[in-house]
């Protein structure tokens, strides 16, 4: 039986297809990276401006809008390919990896439940929408990669049509920030909230953990996967705009949106400022060619496939930084990398600020104030204790819950918390190492 093994640090510098004391950490850094680069774009969404005095995107939402959340969620599908070894998980292997990731959902579910009690105006809390997404990824796990991204672009292409059949039969969403008490007292509409009708839903956003799935499961050490990453995500992140431009443009999609506007339930501003800055979640249901347009959150195909192209290719610029320059890359991503081995801890700190009464600066400072303090306390936190307290707590029940349903001698030592950012041991590795501190 082959044996899915999670490394030390050290054993991570040993391992791999890169020159020792490179391999894991050039990767680790890399990934860790891209999500400090998703944490600080989150932050500048619910922080700044997304508009001028004109209703035009901002520079900040343009660069950030919808692309910093996809790029969280691809690289949760990321973190799910490295806790299961980068490889397909058998079904006699699978209940330690389940138990992990159920627990690990319900963990998050919890701590965003935690924080519904915030003003969803100020910022939509995502992580009950993880905790969906990770219960609906579970099935994933077990197929082969060719199958996973055939997966993916199932969900992209199909779920937004069934959606828009959907949608005109499913009860309204709230697009308050999800509860207990929510829970407690709808739990049928809290489902089909997070699900199908919520500013992320955790059925169409599967594509996204698909993507970081597939991604995940590729040799990211190696110069040529990195290169081929930011060739395919550039590419995608570019074609997307021009497409739905020629859609909404040369074919008349744009004027058949006007065109049943009346009946679409929105007023002309609001159509307008949807078209510009995005959505909730979801479209009109009065024309097909909402399926066109690729505006944040709006969950069409086009929107997906641009914030996966986006997401990608971000991703690839940390591994290629970390990859080629090497030591002096270190300097410039530790920063980046420590704030994203510690995103749910550094993301629930911004969500309380932003609600409280502290939050008394214009927006550009606050923006970066909040960043100053988070690298501050991120590297600090990073270079001592290591693992965040809230990354601990999650990796602590989902690492015990995997344990707990893996018969003795079968028990796959690994880490499960916010980073799952490990790797199958190569013969000469040590087996008994345990996971790397920042998990």
């Excluded at 510098?13 to 004391?21: K, L, S, V, Y």
């Excluded at 707590?393 to 018969?407: D, E, K, P």
């Excluded at 028990?411 to 040590?430: I, L, N, T």
């Amino acid at each position: 039986m082959t044996q899915t093994v999670y490394l030390s640090r050290a054993a991570l510098d040993r391992a791999g297809d890169a020159p020792p004391a490179t391999a894991g950490r050039s990767r680790l850094l890399g990934v860790d990276a891209a999500r400090g680069v998703a944490l600080f774009g989150m932050i500048a969404v619910h922080s700044l401006y997304q508009s001028d005095a004109l209703g035009r995107p901002t520079w900040s939402f343009t660069i950030f809008g919808g692309r910093a959340a996809a790029l969280f969620a691809v690289l949760a599908g990321v973190g799910i390919a490295f806790m299961t070894g980068r490889r397909r998980v058998r079904l006699a292997d699978g209940a330690g990896p389940v138990a992990a990731l159920v627990v690990r959902a319900l963990a998050i579910g919890a701590i965003g439940l935690a924080l519904g009690y915030t003003d969803a105006s100020l910022a939509s809390v995502i992580l009950p929408y993880y905790a969906a997404m990770f219960v609906l990824a579970i099935p994933l796990v077990f197929l082969p990669t060719w199958l996973v991204a055939f997966t993916g672009l199932a969900v992209a292409a199909g779920v937004p049509v069934l959606r828009q059949l959907l949608l005109p039969q499913l009860p309204e969403p709230t697009y308050d920030n999800p509860a207990f008490a929510h829970l407690v007292d709808a739990p049928g509409a809290l489902l089909t909230e997070l699900s199908m009708t919520g500013e992320f839903p955790a059925v169409t956003w599967l594509a996204y953990l698909c993507a970081g799935l597939v991604v995940g499961r590729l040799t990211l050490t190696r110069l040529g996967v990195i290169l081929g990453l930011l060739y395919t995500g550039v590419a995608l992140a570019a074609a997307v705009p021009v497409a739905s431009w020629v859609l909404l443009n040369r074919y008349e999609g744009l004027q058949q949106i006007w065109f049943t506007q009346p009946k679409s339930g929105l007023t002309v501003a609001e159509t307008s400022g949807l078209l510009a800055l995005g959505g909730d979640g979801s479209t009109p249901t009065s024309t097909w060619w909402w399926l066109a347009v690729d505006a944040p959150h709006t969950s069409t195909p086009l929107d997906l496939l641009g914030t996966i192209g986006s997401a990608v290719a971000v991703l690839a610029a940390m591994l290629l930084l970390g990859h080629v320059a090497r030591r002096a890359a270190s300097v410039l991503l530790v920063p980046l990398a420590a704030a994203g081995s510690m995103t749910l801890t550094l993301y629930t700190a911004h969500i309380v600020f932003i609600n409280s009464e502290l939050d008394t600066l214009e927006p550009t400072a606050g923006y970066l104030a909040q960043v100053l303090v988070v690298v501050l306390v991120a590297t600090a936190w990073w270079a001592t204790a290591g693992r965040g307290p809230l990354e601990g707590l999650v990796t602590l029940l989902s690492r015990g819950a995997g344990r707990l349903v893996t018969r003795p001698g079968r028990a796959s030592r690994g880490r499960a918390g916010m980073s799952m950012y490990a790797r199958p041991a190569p013969p000469s590795a040590d087996r008994h190492v345990t996971a790397w501190r920042r998990g």
